[in-house]
């Protein structure tokens, strides 16, 4: 099939790899000039595993391309889909301007029936808006052809996005249409063959299942932060909490890990926007507020335990930071606990020295002041003369610690976990202050 992509971002990147992997002619849209350049160079511009091999494969078989030229690429397309940002704007709503902008190209520049397909997140009825934004326009011009929508959210998390839409656990699409079913069925087929993963909802159910399905992992989290919390006052530890609940498979062990809140592009985002929608309608979404302020406060954690430690005190104090990404194999800083950690330390007095395997030149482009920051080419040079050392990501490479040679390297014997890597009592023998999450500290 033919297949436009607006937005050769994080999502329209991984879509449109994909989709040409199986064989459709995939053109990827953007107005970022020097974006298209540089894909058409082979240089992507996101860190994302397997991504870069994929795009050059399929580029260079000629099933992939990348284009400022919205009329051809909408010309030749019979599916078209919107994978444009969504950003909050100040009181959490989502700005869909960017997603207006491309149903109005694809207005001016539709010649015969296409399938105009909502892939960013979008707040319910928005796919009816960019039906009825399209069909105004068209009558404007005086330019009838006839189109469908449809919502086709995605659920591709950051570091194993090829992985989740290669293997998905479901794919959703909402319309009103047989001749949209029958089309985006033939999209997915390659990717439907074992077992069918296709739903069929409501285009205003799939809207919002994107955001339920967010909202309730966001909720997971914050609940078991909270418990965290509660067993660090009681002496219970959360992490043998954690294994004993998570056992039973109506709970299940996935995103009930506790730690210094959640963060990156999309869990922060979704949740303001739902909340903010729910606002709009009159709903008072009490549990998400709280998830929402319980994370918040989560993400202060790690420098309220620092600042205990320290008394308070933080004149030439220094704190080696191990993880800046707000998850492990991804450069994406979006949000991350370790910017609310740094900027308190700042504010404190402290400075910082940090090490992350691949969020380093993102952390750069974010804080370029030497005095309060020096990045480390290497996890161990980081802890060098430091007061303290804070795990943020639990990248991998951290999980490996030679302890007693860890003591010898930091100037006060403390290590403060928000990721919970460790044996207590393992950290605890080599004469190392642990404070993890949940733990009894
Ligand atoms: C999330 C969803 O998992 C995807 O399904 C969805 O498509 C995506 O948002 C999106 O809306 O585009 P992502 O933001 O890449 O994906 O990251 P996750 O792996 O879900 O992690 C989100 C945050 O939760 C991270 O900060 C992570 O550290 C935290 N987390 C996760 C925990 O604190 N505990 C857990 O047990 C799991």
């Known amino acids: 099939m033919n297949i436009a992509i607006f937005g050769s971002g994080?999502?329209?990147?991984?879509?449109?790899?994909?989709?040409?992997?199986?064989?459709?002619?995939?053109?990827?849209?953007?107005?970022?000039?020097?974006?298209?350049?540089?894909?058409?160079?082979?240089?992507?511009?996101?860190?994302?595993?397997?991504?870069e091999a994929l795009i050059n494969r399929n580029r260079q078989e000629g099933l992939l391309s990348f284009t400022t030229d919205a009329k051809q690429a909408v010309q030749r397309a019979e599916l078209i889909f919107i994978a444009v940002g969504t950003p909050s704007d100040q009181s959490g709503q989502a700005d869909l301007r960017s997603v207006f902008a491309v149903a109005d190209s694809i207005a001016?520049?539709?010649?015969?029936?296409?399938?105009?397909?909502?892939?960013?997140?979008v707040p319910v009825g928005t796919t009816e808006q960019i039906k009825q934004r399209i069909v105004a326009r068209q009558q404007h011009h005086n330019h009838l052809i006839d189109f469908d929508v449809c919502s086709n959210p995605e659920f591709l998390k950051e570091g194993s996005a090829i992985e989740d839409f290669t293997r998905a656990a479901r794919i959703i699409?909402?319309?009103?249409?047989?001749r949209v079913t029958q089309l985006m069925s033939e999209c997915y087929a390659p990717y439907n063959r074992n077992r069918n993963k296709l739903m069929f909802l409501d285009i205003r159910a799939s809207e919002l299942t994107k955001y339920a399905a967010n909202a309730m992992l966001a909720t997971k989290i914050s609940f078991m932060n909270e418990i965290a919390n509660l067993a660090e006052h009681l002496q219970a530890d959360i992490e043998q909490v954690r294994q004993g609940?998570?056992?039973?498979?109506?709970?299940?062990?996935?995103?009930?890990?506790?730690?210094?809140?959640?963060?990156?592009?999309?869990?922060?985002?979704?949740?303001?926007?739902l909340l903010n929608s729910a606002t709009l309608t009159g709903v008072n979404l009490e549990l998400l507020q709280s998830v929402q302020r319980v994370n918040e406060r989560q993400k202060h954690l790690l420098f309220d335990k620092l600042n205990q430690v320290f008394n308070g005190q933080w004149h030439n104090k220094t704190i080696a930071i191990w993880g800046l990404a707000f998850k492990p194999n991804t450069d994406d800083m979006r949000e991350a606990p370790s910017r609310i950690l740094m900027e308190a330390i700042w504010q404190a007095g402290g400075r910082?020295?940090?090490?992350?395997?691949?969020?380093?030149?993102?952390?750069?482009?974010?804080?370029?002041?030497?005095?309060?920051?020096?990045?480390?080419?290497?996890?161990?040079?980081?802890?060098?003369?430091?007061?303290?050392?804070?795990?943020?990501?639990?990248?991998k490479a951290f999980r490996t610690v030679d302890f007693e040679w860890l003591k010898?390297?930091?100037?006060?014997?403390?290590?403060?976990?928000?990721r919970n890597l460790f044996e207590p009592k393992r950290v605890q023998q080599a004469g190392l202050l642990y404070y993890a999450v949940g733990r009894g500290n």
């Open 173 to 178: 699409i909402g319309t009103d249409s047989q």
């Open 10 to 51: 994080y999502v329209g990147l991984v879509t449109g790899a994909c989709l040409a992997d199986v064989g459709h002619k995939v053109s990827c849209i953007d107005i970022d000039s020097h974006k298209i350049e540089h894909l058409n160079q082979g240089n992507i511009p996101i860190y994302e595993p397997g991504l």
């Open 352 to 395: 910082v020295q940090a090490f992350d395997p691949i969020a380093m030149p993102e952390c750069k482009k974010l804080y370029s002041d030497e005095s309060k920051l020096t990045l480390c080419e290497q996890r161990d040079a980081c802890v060098d003369n430091a007061d303290a050392l804070v795990i943020c990501t639990e990248w």
């Open 245 to 273: 609940i998570g056992s039973d498979p109506r709970i299940g062990f996935d995103f009930i890990y506790p730690g210094c809140g959640y963060g990156g592009s999309c869990f922060p985002k979704d949740v303001s926007a």
């Open 108 to 121: 001016d520049y539709m010649n015969n029936y296409k399938v105009v397909i909502s892939k960013s997140t």
């Open 408 to 418: 010898q390297q930091l100037k006060t014997p403390v290590v403060v976990d928000g």
